[in-house]
């Protein structure tokens, strides 16, 4: 222990150290640790007395609670991903869960599964490899989703495991070791769990896990290898959005979550006693993004919480999510910033297309994932084009209307039929339907310069270009009838110089949700919040 | 406009679209572009009758509102910093703030400074260059702080400019536009408030700019060259612990702010009232990251606010702010993960140190930055060895006692002088002050499976070895006296099959702070929030 310690801290050793006293000391901790093992080695499985002598004492049990003793650690663990017939014969140390376990006489089948990987294990009552009964008998008696260790002989198999990942080889178990049970009624089970969606057999229906059962036991609901990639994308998405972004010279930047006063008007905003007063949870950080615009940073982003206190309890509302947020200072036309963010998202498409397919694949087992189709450059459509494809189609939207989620939908439908993408960005909305800080068009009275961003037909960004002169914030303040005196310190804060900018804010679960095409966003939360729930 | 547009979105072109119809609209495109030309160029300054012909007419004045009407969108920009004598001859437009600014009889000379960097301008009366009275008193009008775009030939000097950073070249102005105006009267100046601290001269000192007043107006302290940097590193702490630990196989996770409970036992937890029930702010993600890793993610990261309702009022707490936090399964010692944590904080530093030496240098022309010594691997101490360098340096801490603030301070001064280190990590804490979910030591009763780790003598990680066993941890709880019912939900996550683990939470504020040598969490907060100040 101490001779491995001190080779890893080799600044550690004092130099008035004498090598005599480290010999010592490393002697010291070798029979500390002789004696740990012995005790561990000891400490056998229960064994009923009337099964005879047991001849795999020592070789099964229920491990000690591990608490660091130094003891095993030089057992070397292998993967269960990189098994295949290159390990054939050799012996190899797992750690993984019990998926299922199958005692059958004198022997038990089991599979080993590590995140989305598994591998079929055999042990068989063999008193020339000192298999005993009760070993086997020890095997079959763990429950499942518990966490073993197993040293066994990798055999290649003539016949391919279907079930497994790991389909040339299984595991020819000598030892097993129980390193932390579960308990044995699960409230769900990860077969049901990862059950495939699409299946339309009626029986496989019927034994589908449904979502707040899920959600109550998210522990056990995260374990499906569609749960194990999903979130592995969302870290992709989240990754390939800053690397992209700080490749082009954007500056990352953290905003306060509390604050003195609702950023956009006061509804929807969950209050916070603060001390002897009481402040806000932020619904977004543009004020503070905009702040480091007008403070020079440039280009900013920031990942980071945001809340909303709708009670809108739909497929695609969180109360609380990951806002991917971003604020840019443009020279001329704000579409300097629009075809930045478009750029963005082709890029991120492209990266989880090219270092996810994995991921998406697995998601595909349990999920219909149809493939995200995008445009490089992404397309840009202005809003009357929109609502003239809406016309063609039937649907009356007025020129200052907003879009409702149906016609949203439906737009996208046809933006997909017409130009064979799910991703296209809707520019130049009518002002009316924007809030009061959005920059009017110039030529176009009723228009504004500001967008949408759509995937599968679903809005996952909204930005604008801010209007950054205080005397002009203020007149479309008053025309929104907005309390000037609520909002002093917004409008001040562009009295100190501030270059014209613009940005949008993306729901990184929305984006999640629409690139695989799920269904609800409480699949891409890993511990979602809404009206109904802030458990666990 | 159109055309620049149908470029970059090519796939925008209904195919039905003639060349035609393109041709048509780029025309149009051209009138309207022309015609808001020649209304900008046709908008002079409020020159005075009595000054005569304004020979300048079109080539200064206050340019109106940026709203993207596509004009000037042709007008290509040079960076300050990218300014040299590679320049001298060439004509450039810059687009920055109005640093400084001197009139004198009939020329001005004033600076732009774009971020860190500044250039020297000149404008001077001249006939023959077409530059008039009316035009240099324009630029002497413009107040400091306001966005200028000017035109100017670059031209070399003899004399280097040692009062801005581009010292080889200065700019000739052709043409002076003001883009967005500061307010005369600024509640401080950027150059006060980047005066150096370490500077003796008792004049300087007289005139620095208080903390209150930097913090309500940030959006002008933040323009200072210290603070450009001090967020561009503190970015770059971000930016390397994640890429550190991605490579390493660690998940980027996003944990709820919003927790039924208080996470750890109730004190000092902010309230939120949550459609009609209330809720919490969850004071670290660590009941989060624990169930990642219960539910198979192995090694997980995540970066996210967290919250402190201590009435702390020191240099070095906020009552929000942003959590660094790691978890990780291990095989069979806590030290797996120790190790992991103290190299990625030597990367950490050695990233700093080669990639953002810049901002370094940045920060040390106002504040007194010491280069931040840090060994490969890290220096890892034990408990009693604190003790005992205490001890022989006069102070005594009981074995189970916690280390004070002033004991940890002197502590970093003792281990810096004999180790050359600014960061190492302290393991082996005392079991009875830490947290119940703690792993006591196998061998020694009053000692845990725990550590802290310090920069400069000032604790920014705390982390331990977990208790994954739910009985264990029951045991635990009820020996702190923990009301059990409150924390049923924690302790029943450990009975699904856990693996042993360990991890820690590191402040990024402080961090930054400690790396730097900076006197004040509240430097390295974009927007500080302590007990007294949740504005801006």
Not at 114 to 137: D, F, G, H, R, Y
Not at 144 to 169: H, L, Y
Not at 289 to 316: C, L, P, Y
Request: overall charge neutral.
């Amino acid at each position: 222990m101490v001779v491995d310690e001190s080779k890893q801290n080799p600044t550690e050793g004092d130099a008035a150290q004498s090598k005599k006293a480290a010999k010592k000391l490393a002697k010291e901790a070798e029979k500390k640790q002789k004696k740990a093992e012995h005790k561990a080695a000891s400490q056998p499985a229960e064994a009923p007395a009337d099964e005879g002598v047991d001849c795999s004492v020592g070789k099964y049990g229920t491990m000690k609670l591990i608490q660091s003793t130094g003891e095993f650690c030089d057992r070397i663990f292998t993967d269960v991903k990189t098994l295949d017939a290159g390990f054939a014969g050799k012996n190899v140390w797992v750690r993984g869960r019990l998926h299922t376990s199958r005692a059958k006489g004198k022997q038990c089948f089991f599979v080993i599964r590590q995140q989305s990987s598994t591998v079929q294990c055999l042990i068989a009552v063999s008193p020339e490899s000192n298999i005993s009964k009760q070993m086997v008998k020890f095997c079959g008696s763990i429950s499942k989703e518990s966490i073993i260790d197993v040293e066994a002989q990798v055999v290649r198999v003539t016949v391919p495991i279907d079930s497994c990942t790991q389909k040339t080889v299984e595991l020819h178990v000598s030892q097993t070791f129980l390193i932390s049970p579960a308990k044995s009624q699960l409230p769900l089970l990860i077969e049901d769990a990862s059950r495939p969606e699409k299946s339309d057999d009626p029986e496989a229906l019927k034994i589908r896990v449904n979502q707040d059962t899920r959600l109550d036991n998210r522990v056990l609901d995260l374990r499906t290898p569609a749960n194990q990639a999903i979130f592995r994308l969302e870290a992709g998405v989240c990754k390939l959005f800053r690397d992209i972004l700080t490749a082009k010279g954007f500056v990352e930047i953290h905003t306060p979550k509390i604050i003195s006063a609702a950023s956009e008007g006061g509804a929807n905003v969950f209050t916070v006693s603060y001390f002897k007063g009481s402040a806000y949870l932020a619904q977004s950080p543009q004020l503070y993004k905009q702040m480091a615009i007008a403070a020079d940073f440039d280009k900013v982003f920031t990942v980071g919480a945001v809340f909303r206190a709708e009670d809108s309890n739909t497929h695609r509302h969180l109360t609380e999510f990951v806002g991917l947020d971003l604020e840019m200072a443009f020279k001329f036309h704000y579409h300097e910033v629009l075809n930045t963010i478009g750029q963005t998202f082709t890029d991120i498409f492209r990266g989880l297309r090219d270092n996810y397919a994995a991921e998406i694949a697995a998601i595909g087992q349990q999920y219909n994932v149809e493939a995200f189709k995008f445009l490089d450059p992404p397309l840009r459509l202005e809003f009357p084009q929109a609502i003239e494809m809406l016309k063609e189609a039937g649907v009356t939207v007025g020129a200052e209307d907003d879009l409702s989620t149906p016609d949203e939908k439906l737009l996208g439908k046809l933006v997909k039929a017409k130009y064979d993408t799910d991703f296209y960005m809707l520019d130049k909305y009518p002002l009316a339907v924007r809030p009061f800080y959005t920059m009017p068009d110039p030529f176009n009275k009723i228009a504004s310069n500001s967008y949408d961003m759509f995937m599968r037909g679903e809005e996952i960004l909204s930005g604008a270009q801010r209007i950054h002169d205080a005397e002009f914030l203020t007149e479309r303040a008053k025309h929104h009838n907005i309390d000037l005196s609520k909002i002093a310190a917004y409008i001040d804060s562009f009295r100190l110089g501030c270059p014209p900018h613009a940005g949008g804010g993306i729901g990184l679960e929305r984006v999640v949700m629409l690139y695989l095409g799920l269904d609800n966003i409480r699949k891409t939360s890993m511990f979602p919040r809404d009206p109904k729930r802030i458990t666990p």
